[in-house]
């Protein structure tokens, strides 16, 4: 082309003008895209919904999960709409279809799941949904596979010795204070307390704290003590009807509490009320709410284990013991052929098994707030495949306690997650 050429009078763009629907369907479709595989390899937006991991983690904090360091899985639901998970926002309609399922596989990624990172994963229990659209829960791994997990007296062991203590850990504590005495909501605050609960007339209250928090509340002049708070062993009664609080006391039973309207109850029992509550003819059946759900593990959340995390690769004997605690950890999650539990025994493919060798490795998570998360101690242990990523950034705290009227925690807010 010639420079003569260049002031030529071009000719008119002589192509149809763009529709509306082009002119923002194709930014907001290319938008989408962006966004879901930003959403699927990279960052994900996560809320923390409840205070298990307080205060670690607040409710009201808005996280940035990395897919990246633990490895992002391939979809195994991929006809989903894009950018939603279980429901469509606000219509509140199932989002996805199960006739398309892909296996799992974890793409390449820059460290192992480790003890003391704050892991978000899908929730094992919603079996009636894809691994991938469980619900999101956030708590901290504290045992992988093949180390042992054991709580004595509220102190976690792992391998026998303490765990790390994360800097805001919390347990609860009974608060008495003087006689005539009182505490205000501006105290707790400035003790940075968001979680209590009055027990008696304003002088009794059930708090969550560190250990930074216990200090400060212990030096107060107005508190006459400070008690920890330990969970001894319970059960759950399953009942016809109801069972009178002078019955129970003619049973030994003092430490009791109606979970279900005349049809359930949570009690402390004793082995010898134990028998003498079993005998009942208006009991049913009675089980623990702790894992693995059953008698024969008297365990609570302050005294629990010891117990073995499975590990890929490992062959552990199909023992009536083994059966309780790993059964339905199989059955439910190790992907292998059809699995069952009958009379006793695990069967794979229809035939009894002796022996049974984990396929992938299992997390055993814990929240922050000892006293106030559903974590493994009741659901029990994560599998590989639900690891979602790792919590590393708060970019937005906002208040949510019913008991401040600040909106907006600015001390939280663009700081990294340890």
Sequence with gaps: MSVFDFFKKKPADTSKPKTLWQAWGDPILFAVVAATIIRWMLLEAFTIPTTSMESSLMAGDFLFVSKMHYGPRTPMTPLQIPLTHQTVPVLGFKSYSTLLQLPMKRLWGFSEVTAGDAVVFNYPGELEYPV??????????????????????????????????????????????????????????????????????????????TDKMLEKLKSMPIVASVVPVIHQPKYVVITRGIITNEEWASLGV??????????????????????????????????????????????????????????????????????????????????????????????????????????????WMMGDNRHNSSDSRFFGFVPADHIVGKAVFVWLALNKSEKNNRSVRWERMMRTIK
């Excluded at 347990?171 to 006689?179: E, M």
């Excluded at 029992?269 to 009942?280: I, M, R």
């Design 132 to 209: 991938d659209l469980r619900t999101n829960y956030i708590k901290r791994c504290v045992a992988v596979a093949g180390d042992t997990v054991q709580v004595l007296n509220r102190e976690l062991l792992v391998n026998g010795k303490s765990f790390m203590h994360p800097e805001r850990l919390q347990h609860g504590y009974v608060v008495t204070l003087k006689k005539h005495e009182l505490i205000t909501q501006e105290q707790w605050t400035e003790l940075d307390v968001t979680e209590y609960e009055d027990l008696g007339n304003g002088d009794v209250y059930e708090a969550f704290l």
């Design 254 to 363: 003092i430490d009791v509490e109606m979970i279900r309207r005349d049809t359930g109850y949570y009690a402390s029992l004793t082995p010898e009320s134990f028998e003498k509550v079993k005998q009942l003819p208006i009991v049913k059946y009675i089980t623990k709410d702790i894992f693995p759900q059953n008698v024969k593990f008297n365990w609570s959340i302050d005294f629990f284990g010891k117990l073995w995390i499975p590990k890929e690769g490992v062959t552990i004997p199909m023992t009536e013991e083994n059966l309780i605690l790993y059964g339905n950890t199989i059955v439910n999650y190790d992907n292998v052929g059809h699995t069952a539990m009958q009379n006793g025994q695990l069967y794979v493919d229809g035939s009894p098994v002796k022996e049974y060798t984990f396929k992938q490795d299992y997390y």
